[in-house]
């Protein structure tokens, strides 16, 4: 149980092209997700939270305009990077969980590459 | 604000030999504390947690950690370690179990397994 799925695995896209990235949960309704970002030889940064039917909350330094997040239901939240340029390049992880839990459920990631 | 530093990037240690992986946190009330494990190309996989009581918690895979308010650390071990924990190791801190509350991360340590 409490499986987190990303797609895509990986995305190469041109630079000032936009590129979506899916997180859902399979087997159980996530309340909250999560979206870090990982570079690197560095930890996970938290991006943003978002919860279902509600707009999400970013991080300090998060561009909300550039990382557009959507928690329609609750199984599914996508992450849009708009514009995306090189330095935007990264591995986006997602997490979910619910209220009755207090585990966060990771996703197997998402390497973005822009050219 | 949190903070976790985990002090070794690289550990390399032979089958069948112990581990402790460290790993300090900063925070001013009572932590919430997890370990995370990531596999290449898979997603974040929770190996403990502690939010209070016993000091001493014990996860999944043969994984124990000890919290030690005094020394501000939260170490993981493993007893006899096997070629399949070969991986990346991610301390976290958290302010809180549930709600919106964000894990800080440390920058990780991989582990590789000798024969």
């Known amino acids: 149980g409490a499986v987190v799925s990303q797609h895509p695995s990986w995305v190469i896209c041109k630079s000032g092209t936009s590129v979506k990235i899916e997180c859902r949960s399979l087997?159980?309704?996530?309340?909250?997700m999560f979206w870090y970002r990982q570079f690197p030889k560095q930890s996970l940064m938290l991006m943003a939270t978002s919860n279902e039917g509600s707009k999400a909350t970013y991080e300090q330094g998060v561009e909300k305009d550039k990382f557009l997040i959507n928690h329609a239901s609750l199984t599914l939240s996508t992450l849009t990077v708009t514009s995306a340029h090189p330095e935007d390049s990264s591995f986006y992880i997602c997490?979910?969980?619910?209220?009755?839990?207090?585990?966060?459920?990771f996703g197997p990631g998402t390497r973005l590459t822009v050219l | 604000a949190q903070s976790v530093t985990q002090p070794d990037i690289h550990i390399t240690v032979s089958e069948g030999a112990s581990l402790e992986l460290r790993c300090n946190y900063s925070y001013g009330a009572t932590p919430y504390l997890f370990w995370y494990v990531q596999s290449p190309g898979q997603g974040l996989q929770l190996l403990l947690k502690y939010f209070s009581g016993d000091t001493l918690v014990q996860g999944i895979k043969g994984f124990e950690a000890e919290f030690k308010r005094s020394q501000s650390s939260f170490n993981l071990r493993k007893p006899s370690v096997h070629w399949s924990d070969a991986a990346e190791y991610f301390c976290a801190v958290g302010a809180a179990p549930f709600g919106n509350e964000k894990l800080t991360f440390g920058t990780g340590t991989r582990l590789t397994i000798i024969p």
């Open positions: 997490s979910a969980r619910t209220d009755s839990t207090d585990t966060q459920y």
């Open positions: 087997d159980f309704q996530a309340t909250t």
